[in-house]
């Protein structure tokens, strides 16, 4: 967002250019954007009932408000906050000064401002429109850089598809829309949770009738004397315009303004004095004035005493009214602030080993002496435990202090019933005693009482031995266990290589069935494909055959007629030459001829006879080859259907397994991620050691450039060593997480360590004087304590995840 041009808190980022262009543009044409700020501010908040103005800006210029905002503001802004690293079960937890974001929220959010200016600038907007802005600026590992406060009044959050953003308008007159994940919203009281109610705008009317009491009590005091009113002269009387004139510039003269008040008026020429309204107190002016700061501090929860209104408080009751005021008042205010810097400053992976809090010690507590009354009356009853005690008083625990307390010599809880059991046996042993006769007199044996001290300090000697053998016994018991230990460790990271191998091999076999399934899949469409075609050329074939039978057929029908019609004509023409012969009684060449015509017409039917017949041999032979033809389609159109089917049902299944794999993947990563994040910090700590040592060292052999450039040289040929030990138990977990040799990885990390700090030394020890040095080495172990640590582990973070 550096280069939006936003409504932010600060001087604006622009070119002179543009500066002279914006200042043209406004003498001649004016702003343009309707929903600039100051265009609101000048058009929002009209006379209310009392005919005052009241707005966000006006409203700030009635001292009850300035007040309330003023010191709510200074008050939750004035409180340490601070980020908060968890150092494990019960060992409670300390500053993480090395982290970045405990710079940004505890000494400065952004370069124009500090923590205290930034917080109070972001509550008086909360307080005053009910929402307080910020902008997130992030850098290219997504971690929080700046914080930049933002005018709330060009803000307006809104929802899209479920998503809450934010819509900026800037000053050029454009929109910018901000992700949720990167806005800072501090809200007051609200009705959907989203933006909070509008102060000003609630308490507009009880806010302007404080104004209007106000602007009266000026005017009534700028009037000095003149109340107001009218001057009756007696019947007959008529001054003149220019004795009305004068007589009115002599008494404004005389009597106006507040040095001139209450001086004694004068009246000539039987005129009488009527004044008009209402006198102040008549009006119960004062009274209105002092109920109006009351209900000021309604609307702001703040007590009367904090706006210096002390006229119904004792000074008895100023302390308890001012931790009511931290616990009602300002609590309410710092846990807004901690859950939505929680939600958006730390990164979700670190959200259990990262808090975010203010530290009001001494705030939301009483004095010392009734705190400590408190903690002793319930302490001796064991109601509280040490360690309770210092979680109160916002310390870390200490070791034994887990253990409730009661009186009677301050012996733990659970031995009490043994305590007062011993003592009821031993007062019936003192009684049975007291019973028995006394022993008789024992002459004194000095030798025997040396021998008995002498006894008595071998047995002392023997218990301090027995006391030394526990000891050692314990020492090789706690190596034993840092044995099982390591062996459970290793044992783990041996299970975590198996199940990985295991995964992987369940992936690659469940990669060789997709192909094998894709394969499948394809030879049933291409058996598929070519049943499909050859389905279309039997359909082909089968029409051409019927088209031919049918045009067979045609020729053979005529043929059939064309012989029954030729026979017809053949025994036609016999009879009717028979006839002719017999009665025309012809020759005989006659009749030969008519032999020879019926003999042909018989050949040529039987020719067509025979035809027929192998036409009709040929239909038959064409319609079983039809047949044949449909029964091969339907079992190529069934294989073809029943082909499909399973096709469907393995994509199915493949687009299932697709997805079982995607599934166990990612969860696989983010199992890893989870892994890797909880090393991450192993890492942190382990690079903080051996930096710690290097720091430690470098201040020492600081003298002279000389004597620490001897030092660099010397040192750390050494120094490897001492990093190989940090990062060895470490690189072997890492690489069964990402693979790689852990060998290698180790020697990296050592060999990139041990040029790092060499070479920054050595620019360091290049420095002309010694004080030159000692600064410049300040700052660079100062930079190698807050950054370098995280940049490792951050590089480690990304190589692992790219391997994933």
Same mark, same amino acid.
């Given at each position: 967002m550096s280069?939006?041009?936003?409504?932010?808190?600060?001087?604006?980022?622009?070119?002179r250019w543009q500066r002279a262009l914006a200042s043209v543009r406004a003498i001649t044409l004016g702003p343009y954007n309707a929903k600039d700020p100051a265009l609101a501010r000048l058009f929002s908040g009209g006379p209310v009932r009392s005919g005052v103005a009241v707005n966000e800006t006006t409203a700030m210029n009635y001292a009850a408000v300035w007040a309330a905002v003023n010191?709510?503001?200074?008050?939750?802004?004035? &409180?340490?906050?601070?980020?908060?690293?968890?150092?494990?079960?019960?060992?409670?937890?300390?500053?993480?000064?090395?982290?970045?974001?405990?710079?940004?929220?505890?000494?400065?959010?952004?370069?124009?401002?500090?923590s205290m200016i930034f917080r109070r600038t972001l509550q008086a907007h909360a307080m005053v429109w009910g929402n307080g802005y910020a902008e997130i600026v992030r850098d290219g590992g997504l971690r929080p850089k700046e914080l930049w406060p933002l005018n709330p009044a060009a803000v307006q959050p809104f929802t899209e598809g479920g998503r809450l953003r934010y819509r900026c308008h800037n000053a050029s007159g454009g929109e910018v829309v901000i992700e949720s994940a990167?806005?800072?919203?501090?809200?007051?009281?609200?009705?959907?949770?989203?933006?909070?109610?509008?102060?000003?705008?609630?308490?507009?009317e009880s806010i302007g009738l404080g104004m209007a009491a106000e602007q009266f009590g000026s005017t009534f005091f700028g009037n000095g004397s003149t109340f107001g009113g009218i001057i009756k002269y007696p019947a007959g009387v008529a001054p003149s315009p220019q004795t009305r004139k004068d007589n009115a510039e002599a008494l404004a003269r005389g009597h106006q303004g507040v040095d001139k008040a209450h001086k004694l008026l004068a009246i000539y020429e039987g005129a009488d004095f009527q004044a008009l309204g209402v006198p102040p107190n008549a009006a119960q002016f004062l009274e209105t004035r002092q109920f109006q700061i009351e209900e000021v501090c309604r609307w702001f929860n703040v007590n009367p005493h904090k706006l210096h209104h002390l006229l119904r408080t004792s000074y008895n009751s100023i302390e308890h009214l001012s931790i009511e005021y931290d616990t009602d008042t300002l609590n309410p205010w710092w846990v807004t602030w901690e859950q939505e810097l929680q939600n958006k400053l730390v990164m979700p992976l670190e959200q259990n080993i990262q808090k975010i809090e203010h530290n009001r010690k001494g705030r939301l507590q009483a004095d010392a002496a009734s705190r400590g009354t408190?903690?002793?009356?319930?302490?001796? &009853?064991?109601?509280?435990?040490?360690?309770?005690?210092?979680?109160?008083?916002?310390?870390?625990?200490?070791?034994?202090?887990?253990?409730?307390?009661?009186?009677?010599?301050?012996?733990?809880?659970?031995?009490?019933?043994?305590?007062w059991q011993a003592q009821i046996d031993k007062m019936g042993a003192d009684a049975e005693a007291a019973r028995r006769p006394p022993p008789a007199p024992v002459a004194p044996k000095p030798e025997a009482d040396a021998e008995e001290e002498v006894k008595a300090l071998r047995e002392q000697v023997e218990l301090a031995r027995k006391m030394t053998q526990l000891a050692e016994d314990k020492a090789d018991m706690a190596l034993a266990d840092l044995a099982s230990v390591r062996a459970t460790t290793a044992e783990a990271v041996a299970l975590a290589q198996a199940e990985t191998a295991r995964t992987v091999g369940e992936l690659e076999l469940t990669a060789r069935t997709l192909v094998a399934a894709e394969q499948v899949i394809n030879h049933r469409e291409e058996s598929r494909r070519v049943a499909c075609e050859q389905r279309d050329a039997a359909v082909n074939d089968l029409d051409a055959?019927?088209?031919?039978?049918?045009?067979?057929?045609?020729?053979?029908?005529?043929?059939?007629?064309?012989?029954?019609?030729?026979?017809?004509?053949?025994?036609?023409?016999?009879?009717?030459?028979?006839?002719?012969?017999?009665?025309?009684?012809?020759?005989?060449?006659?009749?030969?001829?008519?032999v020879r015509l019926r003999d042909d017409a018989n050949r040529e039917a039987v020719t067509l006879a025979a035809d027929l017949e192998a036409v009709r041999a040929q239909y038959a032979e064409l319609d079983a080859m039809n047949k044949g033809a449909t029964a091969l389609a339907d079992k190529y159109l069934a294989e073809s259907v029943a082909a499909l089917a399973e096709s469907e049902t393995l994509k199915t299944d493949l687009a299932r397994a697709r997805a079982d794999i995607a599934t166990e993947v990612d969860k696989q990563r983010a199992q890893k991620a989870s892994l890797l994040a909880a090393m991450r910090s192993l890492f942190v700590d382990a690079s903080d050691r051996v930096m710690q040592r290097e720091m430690d060292r470098a201040r020492k052999h600081q003298a002279t450039p000389e004597k620490l450039r001897a030092w660099v040289e010397q040192f750390?040929?050494?120094?490897?060593?001492?990093?190989?030990?940090?990062?060895?138990?470490?690189?072997?977990?890492w690489t069964a997480l990402t693979g790689g040799a852990p060998g290698a990885l180790l020697e990296r990390l050592v060999a990139e360590h041990v040029e790092t700090s060499t070479t920054a030394l050595r620019l360091v020890a290049?420095?002309?004087?010694?004080?030159?040095?000692?600064?410049?080495?300040?700052?660079?172990?100062?930079?190698?304590?807050?950054?370098?640590?995280d940049a490792m582990a951050d590089a480690l973070m990304r190589e692992g995840m790219a391997h994933g």
């Amino acid at each position: 967002m550096s280069e939006r041009e936003l409504y932010r808190i600060g001087p604006p980022k622009s070119s002179r250019w543009q500066r002279a262009l914006a200042s043209v543009r406004a003498i001649t044409l004016g702003p343009y954007n309707a929903k600039d700020p100051a265009l609101a501010r000048l058009f929002s908040g009209g006379p209310v009932r009392s005919g005052v103005a009241v707005n966000e800006t006006t409203a700030m210029n009635y001292a009850a408000v300035w007040a309330a905002v003023n010191i709510v503001s200074a008050s939750v802004s004035s &409180v340490p906050l601070a980020l908060y690293k968890t150092l494990g079960e019960g060992r409670g937890k300390e500053e993480f000064r090395t982290h970045s974001t405990y710079r940004l929220i505890h000494d400065q959010p952004n370069p124009q401002m500090g923590s205290m200016i930034f917080r109070r600038t972001l509550q008086a907007h909360a307080m005053v429109w009910g929402n307080g802005y910020a902008e997130i600026v992030r850098d290219g590992g997504l971690r929080p850089k700046e914080l930049w406060p933002l005018n709330p009044a060009a803000v307006q959050p809104f929802t899209e598809g479920g998503r809450l953003r934010y819509r900026c308008h800037n000053a050029s007159g454009g929109e910018v829309v901000i992700e949720s994940a990167d806005m800072l919203h501090i809200r007051g009281l609200s009705h959907n949770g989203i933006s909070g109610y509008p102060t000003i705008g609630g308490a507009r009317e009880s806010i302007g009738l404080g104004m209007a009491a106000e602007q009266f009590g000026s005017t009534f005091f700028g009037n000095g004397s003149t109340f107001g009113g009218i001057i009756k002269y007696p019947a007959g009387v008529a001054p003149s315009p220019q004795t009305r004139k004068d007589n009115a510039e002599a008494l404004a003269r005389g009597h106006q303004g507040v040095d001139k008040a209450h001086k004694l008026l004068a009246i000539y020429e039987g005129a009488d004095f009527q004044a008009l309204g209402v006198p102040p107190n008549a009006a119960q002016f004062l009274e209105t004035r002092q109920f109006q700061i009351e209900e000021v501090c309604r609307w702001f929860n703040v007590n009367p005493h904090k706006l210096h209104h002390l006229l119904r408080t004792s000074y008895n009751s100023i302390e308890h009214l001012s931790i009511e005021y931290d616990t009602d008042t300002l609590n309410p205010w710092w846990v807004t602030w901690e859950q939505e810097l929680q939600n958006k400053l730390v990164m979700p992976l670190e959200q259990n080993i990262q808090k975010i809090e203010h530290n009001r010690k001494g705030r939301l507590q009483a004095d010392a002496a009734s705190r400590g009354t408190f903690y002793q009356t319930r302490f001796n &009853v064991g109601s509280l435990t040490p360690n309770d005690i210092r979680g109160l008083e916002n310390e870390n625990p200490i070791s034994g202090g887990e253990q409730a307390f009661v009186m009677t010599n301050l012996i733990p809880l659970e031995l009490a019933r043994d305590y007062w059991q011993a003592q009821i046996d031993k007062m019936g042993a003192d009684a049975e005693a007291a019973r028995r006769p006394p022993p008789a007199p024992v002459a004194p044996k000095p030798e025997a009482d040396a021998e008995e001290e002498v006894k008595a300090l071998r047995e002392q000697v023997e218990l301090a031995r027995k006391m030394t053998q526990l000891a050692e016994d314990k020492a090789d018991m706690a190596l034993a266990d840092l044995a099982s230990v390591r062996a459970t460790t290793a044992e783990a990271v041996a299970l975590a290589q198996a199940e990985t191998a295991r995964t992987v091999g369940e992936l690659e076999l469940t990669a060789r069935t997709l192909v094998a399934a894709e394969q499948v899949i394809n030879h049933r469409e291409e058996s598929r494909r070519v049943a499909c075609e050859q389905r279309d050329a039997a359909v082909n074939d089968l029409d051409a055959t019927a088209w031919a039978l049918e045009d067979v057929t045609v020729r053979a029908v005529r043929a059939e007629q064309a012989a029954l019609d030729l026979r017809a004509s053949a025994d036609a023409i016999d009879l009717a030459r028979v006839a002719a012969l017999c009665e025309r009684d012809e020759t005989k060449d006659l009749a030969a001829e008519a032999v020879r015509l019926r003999d042909d017409a018989n050949r040529e039917a039987v020719t067509l006879a025979a035809d027929l017949e192998a036409v009709r041999a040929q239909y038959a032979e064409l319609d079983a080859m039809n047949k044949g033809a449909t029964a091969l389609a339907d079992k190529y159109l069934a294989e073809s259907v029943a082909a499909l089917a399973e096709s469907e049902t393995l994509k199915t299944d493949l687009a299932r397994a697709r997805a079982d794999i995607a599934t166990e993947v990612d969860k696989q990563r983010a199992q890893k991620a989870s892994l890797l994040a909880a090393m991450r910090s192993l890492f942190v700590d382990a690079s903080d050691r051996v930096m710690q040592r290097e720091m430690d060292r470098a201040r020492k052999h600081q003298a002279t450039p000389e004597k620490l450039r001897a030092w660099v040289e010397q040192f750390y040929p050494l120094h490897a060593e001492t990093c190989r030990q940090a990062f060895r138990p470490l690189v072997g977990p890492w690489t069964a997480l990402t693979g790689g040799a852990p060998g290698a990885l180790l020697e990296r990390l050592v060999a990139e360590h041990v040029e790092t700090s060499t070479t920054a030394l050595r620019l360091v020890a290049e420095a002309e004087d010694g004080d030159q040095m000692a600064a410049d080495l300040e700052r660079t172990l100062r930079r190698w304590e807050q950054e370098r640590g995280d940049a490792m582990a951050d590089a480690l973070m990304r190589e692992g995840m790219a391997h994933g």
